[in-house]
């Protein structure tokens, strides 16, 4: 099973800041990743696809970057609504997820 | 509108079997798959497989293998995913989400999610 690993576990960011949340797999699974965010009550929502395709509707502050096993996602400037959890998702192997990245106001 | 549309809650004890279904709309329903999710209280997510609603073709998490089934209803354009032999462990929100693309055979994510449903085992 391919482990997928996001560090760090709580990021604090101010409003108006850039955050850097970092996921890892455990063996290459080439451009078959995604990035969901949730918040409390909610289910998870699609943020990325195919590593750096943004989802319908999500807005441009959000992109991702990265390959074979060493994954992005990047918030360019944080606003009120985006602090949550952020999940990464493997797909090239059945399916696995990160354990979350807490993104929380300083 | 793109809406998939789970069942209601559930209580069940230890060892039990607990089926949740998961009824798609706003889509043509065999042109995707289906994938579970599912959430342990305060926990993160976990996958645990997926199904094709036009063959029935289906993928477990290994985690899963022989406790879970998944199937569909063409007829109903529904999804239904079984776990048996419940434990306390498997207390937890349990998420359907459009998945597979059929026809272009790609996975762009699960870019509809089910509302959830919690299922608590407890005796």
């Known amino acids: 099973e391919i482990v997928m690993t996001q560090s760090p576990a709580t990021l604090s960011v101010s409003p108006g800041e850039r955050a850097t949340l970092s996921c890892r797999a455990s063996q290459s699974i080439r451009s078959n990743l995604a990035w969901y965010q949730q918040k409390p009550g909610q289910a998870p929502r699609l943020l990325i696809y195919?590593?750096?395709t943004r989802a319908t509707g999500i807005p441009a502050r959000f992109s991702g970057s990265g390959s074979v096993t060493e994954f992005t996602l990047t918030i360019s400037s944080l606003q009120s609504e985006d602090f949550a959890v952020y999940y990464c998702?493997?797909?090239?192997?059945?399916?696995?997820f990160g354990q979350g990245t807490a993104v929380e106001i300083k | 509108q793109v809406q998939l549309e789970q069942s209601g809650a559930e209580v069940k004890k230890p060892g039990a079997s607990v089926k949740v279904s998961c009824k798609a709309s706003?889509?043509?329903?065999?042109?995707?798959?289906i994938s579970w999710v599912r959430q342990a209280p305060g926990q993160g997510l976990e996958w645990m497989g997926w199904?094709?609603?036009?063959?029935?073709?289906?993928d477990y998490a290994q985690k899963f293998q022989g406790r879970v089934t998944m199937t569909t209803d063409t007829s109903t354009d529904t999804v239904y995913m079984e776990l048996r032999s419940l434990t306390s462990d498997d207390t937890a929100i349990y998420y359907c989400?459009?998945?597979?693309?059929?026809?272009?055979?790609?996975?762009?994510?699960?870019?509809?999610w089910g509302q959830g449903t919690l299922v608590t085992v407890s005796s």
């Open positions: 199904i094709i609603a036009y063959n029935g073709n289906r």
């Open positions: 195919g590593v750096s």
């Open positions: 998702h493997q797909y090239n192997n059945g399916g696995t």
């Open positions: 989400g459009r998945y597979y693309d059929f026809l272009s055979a790609s996975i762009r994510g699960i870019d509809y």
């Open positions: 706003g889509y043509t329903f065999t042109s995707y798959g």
